[in-house]
């Protein structure tokens, strides 16, 4: 029913910044929320971030709060991570998550996902 496409990861320089984006296509993809896990090698999937459709809530992990910021075009159907203060700690696979219920919470199980996009923070 949703097919993601994460685009954007590339490597850049701890302290600096990047954007990802999230193609969702679907008849009802507009209408999800959505949430932007991240797994680095060896280690467990980790939450980062969540969009909602209605109400058009945010969530951010602890570590990640202050310098990513979530946010959604829902004529596009795309959901972007604009990720700051990049630290090389941040250097994961990153993959976007759609839920059918509309209001973005925590703790969710997401139905669909993407196949992940790399980012690299050099030291």
């Known amino acids: 029913q949703v097919q993601l496409v994460e685009s954007g990861g590339q490597l850049v320089q701890a302290g600096g910044s990047l954007r990802l984006s999230c193609a969702a296509s679907?008849?009802?993809?507009?209408?999800?929320?959505m949430g932007w896990f991240r797994q680095a090698p060896g280690k467990e999937r980790e939450f980062v971030a969540a969009i909602g459709w209605w109400p058009v809530n945010t969530y951010y992990a602890d570590s990640v709060k202050g310098r990513f910021t979530i946010s959604r075009d829902i004529a596009k159907n795309t959901v972007y991570l604009q990720m700051r203060s990049l630290k090389p700690e941040d250097t994961a696979v990153y993959l976007c998550?759609?839920?059918?219920?509309?209001?973005?919470?925590?703790?969710?199980?997401?139905?669909?996902w993407g196949q992940g996009t790399q980012v690299t923070v050099s030291s």
């Open positions: 679907g008849r009802t993809a507009s209408r999800y929320s």
């Open positions: 998550a759609a839920d059918p219920r509309g209001d973005a919470g925590l703790g969710r199980v997401y139905a669909y």
